[in-house]
């Protein structure tokens, strides 16, 4: 049972540059989000999804896109990055309805210049 | 904005004495749970209170929520060098959000 994955572990993209993380997790979860983290900000979700084919937005949105094609997989796109995408970035899962642990994967340290 | 906001920021205390984190929210809640992150890692799930309890424990952490002033506390006794970690709340929210706070940054000093 690996839980959640996330590939790569370090990325150096050059702004205008597009990249996907990538997530899977193997507990069946229908319930699936990334984050990112910044130093002294915390974790803000950037989308979700309660199942496969359904996603919604979180907090910070904007530039980042996700599909959710199967339960196991839920890829984060990054279109054209930018230097204030710089950040860690999470993906976690969990099993739908309320009161359920979330698990993280390790995190993926994107770096653009 | 987030939903939690942690205090204080930054806690440092001698190995064995006990520690108290506190996180306030703003809104209406189903639950309230903590999270602990060790440095460079992912977040790990430590425990969670839902809106009608007041208290839970779990080994040597003890949690409290207090509804009516939209706040929590998080308290580790006997605390160990182990427990050196960035600590978060997270409220969870309608359509199942878990959002969470900055976090308190833990040292434990031996």
């Known amino acids: 049972n690996a839980g959640v994955t996330q590939t790569p572990k370090f990325q150096v993209l050059k702004t205008g540059q597009s990249m996907t993380l990538q997530c899977a997790q193997d507990?069946?979860?229908?319930?699936m989000s990334w984050y990112r983290q910044d130093p002294g900000m915390g974790l803000r979700l950037i989308h979700y999804s309660v199942g496969a084919g359904i996603t919604d937005q979180g907090e910070v949105p904007n530039g980042y896109n996700v599909s959710r094609s199967t339960t196991e997989d839920f890829p984060l796109r990054l279109l054209s990055a930018a230097p204030s995408q710089t950040s860690v970035y999470f993906c976690a899962s969990r099993e739908r309805g309320g009161g359920n642990e979330q698990f993280f994967g390790p995190g993926t340290r994107l770096t653009v210049l | 904005s987030q939903q939690g906001e942690e205090d204080p920021q930054a806690l440092s205390i001698q190995e064995g004495e006990n520690a108290t984190m506190n996180c306030s929210y703003k809104t209406s809640i189903n639950n309230l749970q903590w999270y602990r992150q060790n440095s460079g890692r992912g977040l790990v799930h430590l425990i969670l209170i839902r809106s009608n309890e007041r208290e839970k424990h779990s080994g040597r952490l003890r949690v409290t929520l207090d509804t009516s002033k939209k706040s929590s506390s998080l308290l580790i006794t006997a605390s160990r060098a182990a427990d050196t970690a960035s600590y978060f709340c997270a409220t969870e929210q309608g359509a199942q959000k878990l959002v969470f706070g900055q976090g308190t940054r833990l040292t434990i000093n031996p």
């Open positions: 507990m069946n979860h229908e319930y």
